[in-house]
């Protein structure tokens, strides 16, 4: 019986090793691309769903507003953490709906420079182009209206402007010189403080409490659409810089609150320093693992047989049996028979003679030692090592006859 082969050509496998190891390969690349997009999918998101946020392009968004800012130095940064609302530059929030939950934000810049753009549009997505919207209508006005409800109960009402100026406080910058959107969204409320207002006296942007927390009425001041023109854009940057706190160094947009927020992931703590050095260190022990698992050094050896040729093999087999059984005790007295049967054969033993009779015949015999003697330490031989010397000792006595 022989062990199957180690040694098989190409035409016997499924795959050769080439092959095996490219699939390997590609699996590995293909889980850790996997392990990486995941701890960083919320930071991958383009934001580009024509929603009223920082990172839209749509008409109602505000990306238009960050670029410009960016380009004139303003380190404008779209904040995704809400852990990283602490700071003293002024924080842009831009709720799209009367549900979302803004208090944990309010009371966490409670005393800082804040910015509330109210809602104003309601879109529909552009079939021809990916991130713009069509204006379908107006909010209903519940919706700008409960942003800051219950806590600051304000009124929203629209008016037809005219496009005419906007008028500021005779304090503020000359150069903020905002013309009203046709269709204005104004607020009133208790707590309300004009900052701008149409030519009507409605309020367009105001400051709440003593605190610089500022409700701008009207989105279209800071939209993309609001900046197609010059004026408003350089308006726009004013009104920005005029809100922001003293030695300012950012402008802030928040993007949470439009459900592109992430909090920490332990995923990503992985990746991140210092623990990347850990990551790396497993990353390496784990390839040297499965490179010491697949390289074979040197010529592959051919496995010998399960079961050997020869009478050696046969005798150690036996002998295999005999210990896993616990039957050595017994070998003793059957060994003394086969040597005597096979002193019989070879002295030429009268075969009239039996047991005591033939005992003394073998005891005549010259020698060292008498055969009756070492039968005996065969027979009361139990320990393995004690056998094997009567065995060793009966076998000499008989080899000794016949030299």
Same mark, same amino acid.
Do not use: C
């Given at each position: 019986?022989?062990?199957?082969?180690?040694?098989?050509?190409?035409?016997?496998?499924?795959?050769?090793?080439?092959?095996?190891?490219?699939?390997?390969?590609?699996?590995?690349?293909?889980?850790?691309?996997?392990?990486?997009?995941?701890?960083?999918?919320?930071?991958?998101?383009?934001?580009?769903?024509?929603?009223?946020?920082?990172?839209?392009?749509?008409?109602?968004?505000?990306?238009?507003?960050?670029?410009?800012?960016?380009?004139?130095?303003?380190?404008?940064?779209?904040?995704?953490?809400?852990?990283?609302?602490?700071?003293?530059?002024?924080?842009?929030?831009?709720?799209?709906?009367?549900?979302t939950d803004m208090t944990k934000v309010l009371a966490q810049r409670s005393v800082k420079p804040t910015l509330v753009?109210?809602?104003?549009?309601?879109?529909?997505?552009?079939?021809?182009?990916?991130?713009?919207?069509?204006?379908?209508?107006?909010?209903?006005?519940?919706?700008?209206?409960?942003?800051?409800?219950?806590?600051?109960?304000?009124?929203?009402?629209?008016?037809?402007?005219?496009?005419?100026?906007?008028?500021?406080?005779?304090?503020?910058?000359?150069?903020?010189?905002?013309?009203?959107?046709?269709?204005?969204?104004?607020?009133?409320?208790?707590?309300?403080?004009?900052?701008?207002?149409?030519?009507?006296?409605?309020?367009?942007?105001? $400051?709440? #409490?003593?605190? @610089?927390? /500022? !409700?701008?009425?009207?989105? =279209?001041?800071?939209?993309? *659409?609001?900046?197609?023109? &010059?004026?408003?854009?350089?308006?726009?940057?004013?009104?920005?810089?005029?809100?922001?706190?003293?030695?300012?160094?950012?402008?802030?947009?928040?993007?949470?609150?439009?459900?592109?927020?992430?909090?920490?992931?332990?995923?990503?703590?992985?990746?991140?320093?210092?623990?990347?050095?850990?990551?790396?260190?497993?990353?390496?022990?784990?390839?040297?693992?499965?490179?010491?698992?697949?390289?074979?050094?040197?010529?592959?050896?051919?496995?010998?047989?399960?079961?050997?040729?020869?009478?050696?093999?046969?005798?150690?087999?036996?002998?295999?049996?005999?210990?896993?059984?616990?039957? $050595?005790? #017994?070998?003793? @007295?059957? /060994? !003394?028979?086969?040597?005597? =049967?096979?002193?019989?054969? *070879?002295?030429?033993?009268? &075969?009239?003679?039996?047991?005591?009779?033939?005992?003394?015949?073998?005891?005549?015999?010259?020698?060292?030692?008498?055969?009756?003697?070492?039968?005996?330490?065969?027979?009361?031989?139990?320990?393995?090592?004690?056998?094997?010397?009567?065995?060793?000792?009966?076998?000499?006595?008989?080899?000794?006859?016949?030299?």
């Amino acid at each position: 019986m022989s062990d199957v082969s180690t040694t098989r050509g190409a035409a016997d496998s499924a795959f050769d090793v080439r092959t095996v190891a490219i699939l390997i390969a590609v699996g590995i690349v293909a889980f850790l691309a996997m392990v990486v997009l995941g701890a960083y999918a919320p930071d991958l998101r383009s934001g580009r769903n024509g929603g009223a946020h920082a990172l839209s392009n749509a008409a109602v968004g505000f990306g238009g507003i960050v670029r410009l800012a960016e380009a004139t130095g303003r380190n404008p940064r779209i904040v995704r953490d809400p852990r990283l609302f602490n700071t003293e530059n002024v924080v842009v929030l831009t709720p799209e709906r009367a549900d979302t939950d803004m208090t944990k934000v309010l009371a966490q810049r409670s005393v800082k420079p804040t910015l509330v753009v109210l809602p104003k549009w309601a879109t529909t997505k552009d079939p021809q182009h990916s991130g713009w919207v069509n204006v379908a209508a107006l909010l209903p006005e519940r919706e700008p209206q409960g942003v800051l409800a219950p806590q600051y109960p304000l009124v929203v009402k629209r008016y037809r402007s005219g496009g005419r100026p906007l008028k500021g406080l005779a304090w503020m910058p000359a150069s903020m010189r905002f013309m009203a959107p046709r269709a204005v969204q104004t607020i009133t409320g208790p707590g309300v403080r004009p900052l701008l207002t149409d030519a009507a006296g409605h309020v367009v942007l105001a $400051q709440i #409490g003593k605190h @610089p927390f /500022y !409700v701008l009425a009207d989105p =279209d001041l800071l939209s993309n *659409v609001g900046m197609r023109d &010059a004026g408003q854009a350089r308006a726009a940057l004013d009104l920005l810089d005029w809100l922001n706190s003293t030695g300012a160094e950012s402008v802030v947009f928040d993007v949470t609150l439009n459900g592109f927020g992430r909090g920490p992931s332990p995923l990503k703590l992985m990746f991140d320093p210092p623990f990347l050095a850990m990551t790396l260190a497993i990353a390496a022990a784990a390839l040297l693992a499965g490179i010491q698992a697949t390289a074979t050094f040197g010529a592959p050896r051919q496995r010998p047989r399960a079961i050997a040729f020869g009478k050696a093999a046969l005798i150690d087999n036996a002998a295999a049996l005999v210990r896993k059984a616990r039957r $050595q005790g #017994g070998l003793g @007295p059957r /060994y !003394v028979d086969v040597v005597r =049967d096979r002193a019989i054969g *070879v002295f030429g033993v009268p &075969a009239r003679m039996r047991d005591d009779a033939l005992d003394r015949y073998l005891d005549a015999l010259a020698g060292r030692a008498r055969f009756t003697t070492l039968a005996e330490q065969a027979r009361t031989a139990r320990h393995p090592r004690d056998m094997l010397a009567a065995a060793q000792a009966l076998h000499h006595w008989l080899w000794e006859k016949t030299r």
